[in-house]
């Protein structure tokens, strides 16, 4: 029986813990139904959230259809609470800065293949909706979701009560409409070259206003000018972030009667229930902290096709936990010691036999925190983003334990990979996520083998080396033959007499055989400080001089180095991948390698910002597939890293933006090297 229906009927029977699965599953939907709908208010948005699921819970899903998707039928619920939200306030959005000056700067870099930061295109995109008339802003709700992957066309039609090729009809006409809303935006902005006639026709954002002026665009060459310099519909729906319902959400839908013992973890702090739904909520409650504290009410999924995290940054006012009337106890940090001891983390299921790795073939996996995930509550043990991670003991889309993660201090991460320990194998990480434009860094501070799995440790800092909470990626091989990787590691827990160290910083790895010294190296520091180490050089033979620092100054720690050649860096035959190297703005052929014989192109657009493409490369199979790691190479004390990449929005185009910095953490011109991998 398909698992909505299952829980429809469990919940209709009153059967508590069903209910407490709908709303774990589906509440990031209604959320970012409201946010949209209700032009980005939040605090209407949470209202109008919390009503819906209280209205679901009093009415026993009354007038659910099992013929249709179960969001869809929630989502209609939630149209009429955000109606009767928008009918109590007047003004429904926190739009900082002006839609306009967000509307220019979108437009800066002009272009259809443009990146768009995320929370730019989620205050536009709230800001251009008051242009659309109610049934188009409903739609654009249900697009939105359909955009990042939370949505079907199936379920988006459903939602709206159409066949799908009517659905396609309003969809397309709904994208026309955004950009004529974007461009009214744009145009009836007051600026000394203002087009006459639109100044004329008033500034008042209406479905109205956005008729006419995109009429008048139409005929005049001056405003279609502009509007041809402006990023298409798609490509600024693409990019608005799928939000994490609040956990003062739960709070409002919740009473604080049931469960006490737990109420300290998910800090649901109210009086009492709504006396329609009371006692039935009482009933609930235990099952939903169940189910919310085995999913983290802290975490979504984010949407966009680069690192998972996207919507988060400092100075993003939704990258702050929400607003609590009755604040929960806040766990006690401390600065980890010199010397952690290893943590202990909740084991994963044990594999089956078929599904391991057989011995000395590749064993590798990838996976990356979610929106918020970094932020999570110390000790509880959370699921990695479960649309961005794979390995060799989990395809894409297979069976099998997901890697998961627990926050162990300020800036400090133990992941679990379940499936591939191996004592040989090497761990990367680095920073993942947009909007952090700042020299912050991840690194190691250890990897070892538990049981079948590996235990990966994760360091994060901030430009000064203090320990900062900070999104991240995670990838470990083990190499093999068949996958072509070197690999060496150089700190307490393990010695190579391929290694020696010839200064403060400095290392050499020598590694017998034949090899270009044309591959991709990649360095990862491990240890307690920060510190960030690159390729100085890497010579044939294979050679490869190694330099660590710490604000420029070299400084001796530990390392893991992985070095391919014509392979990408899991070491998976059958995973699509390249790796390039820049220096000086110029692609180096011979230092580049992709399955498709694919060279990308390279400009920098400011000092030590780097756009990047590949035109052949991408289209993962499934969404999100692919992964970009990144390493400034030569003598200067450099950092570099991803800022973003998008992989879905024009395939097979992947688009990366690289980041660089001095020893300082300024912005500098570096050479640099990346490597691109896909899911098989």
């Not at 009918?87 to 870099?109: G, N, V």
């Not at 604080?256 to 649901?268: C, E, F, H, Q, R």
């Not at 994963?348 to 990838?366: E, F, H, K, Q």
Request: with cysteine; glycine share 8%; proline share 8%.
């Amino acid at each position: 029986m398909d698992l909505d229906m299952s829980l429809a009927e469990r919940a209709r029977s009153g059967d508590a813990e069903a209910f407490a699965q709908i709303y774990v599953r589906y509440r990031d939907n209604v959320y970012n139904y409201c946010l949209s709908y209700l032009l980005g208010h939040r605090q209407a948005a949470d209202d109008a959230t919390a009503e819906t699921f209280l209205a679901v819970i009093d009415g026993r899903l009354r007038g659910y259809d099992p013929a249709r998707p179960l969001v869809a039928w929630l989502v209609g619920v939630a149209r009429n609470k955000a109606r009767d939200q928008a009918r109590k306030s007047a003004t429904h959005r926190e739009l900082e800065p002006s839609e306009p000056e967000i509307a220019l700067r979108l437009m800066a870099a002009a272009g259809d293949d443009d990146v768009v930061a995320a929370e730019d295109a989620r205050r536009l995109v709230s800001a251009a909706a008051a242009a659309l008339d109610n049934d188009d802003r409903h739609l654009l709700a249900l697009y939105l979701q359909e955009c990042a992957g939370k949505l079907t066309r199936d379920e988006l039609a459903g939602a709206l009560g159409l066949g799908v090729d009517h659905a396609n009809v309003r969809v397309s006409r709904l994208r026309q409409r955004l950009s004529d809303a974007v461009l009214t935006l744009v145009l009836t902005r007051p600026v000394p070259d203002q087009c006459p006639v639109v100044a004329a026709l008033g500034a008042t954002v209406t479905p109205l206003l956005r008729k006419r002026v995109a009429g008048h665009a139409r005929s005049c060459s001056a405003c279609g000018k502009r509007g041809r310099k402006m990023l298409s519909a798609q490509a600024i729906l693409a990019a608005v972030p799928f939000l994490a319902a609040p956990a003062v959400v739960a709070r409002r839908v919740w009473p604080a009667a049931a469960a006490p013992a737990a109420l300290s973890m998910v800090d649901i702090h109210l009086p009492s229930a709504t006396p329609a739904a009371g006692a039935w909520i009482a009933k609930a409650a235990g099952a939903l902290i169940a189910a919310v504290l085995a999913t983290s009410v802290l975490a979504a999924d984010s949407p966009f096709s680069v690192p998972p995290g996207v919507a988060t940054g400092p100075g993003r006012p939704d990258a702050a936990a929400p607003i609590d009337p009755v604040p929960a106890p806040t766990p006690v940090e401390t600065q980890t010691s010199p010397a952690p001891q290893p943590t202990v983390l909740p084991s994963a299921p044990v594999l089956p036999p078929a599904t391991r790795p057989s011995a000395g073939a590749p064993m590798w996996g990838y996976a990356s925190t979610r929106e918020q995930q970094h932020d999570a509550p110390l000790g509880q043990s959370l699921d990695l983003h479960t649309n961005w991670q794979w390995s060799t003991a989990r395809t894409r889309i297979g069976e099998g334990p997901y890697t998961t993660m627990m926050r162990t201090g300020t800036g400090r991460y133990a992941v679990r990979m379940p499936g591939i320990g191996a004592a040989q194998g090497i761990a990367h990480t680095s920073i993942a996520n947009w909007g952090y434009y700042t020299a912050d860094t991840c690194q190691l501070t250890g990897s070892r083998v538990d049981g079948p799995d590996q235990i990966v440790e994760v360091a994060c800092f901030d430009a000064a080396g203090a320990p900062k909470n900070l999104p991240f990626q995670v990838v470990f091989t083990r190499p093999s033959s068949a996958g072509g990787l070197l690999s060496a590691r150089y700190d307490a827990a393990a010695t190579d007499s391929r290694v020696t160290r010839t200064g403060p910083g400095r290392y050499t790895f020598t590694s017998p055989g034949v090899h270009s010294g044309h591959g991709y190296a990649r360095i990862t520091a491990v240890g307690n400080q920060r510190a960030v180490c690159r390729p100085a050089s890497v010579a044939p033979g294979l050679t490869v001089s190694i330099a660590c620092d710490s604000a420029g100054i070299p400084t001796d720690t530990g390392w893991m180095l992985s070095y391919t050649e014509h392979a990408g860096l899991l070491g998976e035959p059958a995973a699509p991948a390249g790796y390039a190297t820049i220096a000086s703005n110029v692609v180096d052929g011979a230092r580049s390698w992709s399955t498709n014989n694919e060279l990308p192109s390279v400009s920098r657009t400011s000092p030590g910002t780097y756009d990047l493409w590949y035109q052949g490369l991408g289209r993962p199979a499934v969404y999100p597939g692919d992964a970009v790691d990144v390493t400034a190479i030569g003598p200067d004390a450099r950092y570099c890293r991803t800022q973003a990449w998008n992989s879905y929005s024009f395939p097979p185009k992947v688009r990366i933006i690289i980041l660089c910095f001095d020893g300082s953490g300024v912005r500098a011109d570096a050479s640099f090297a990346l490597s691109y991998v896909r899911a098989p």
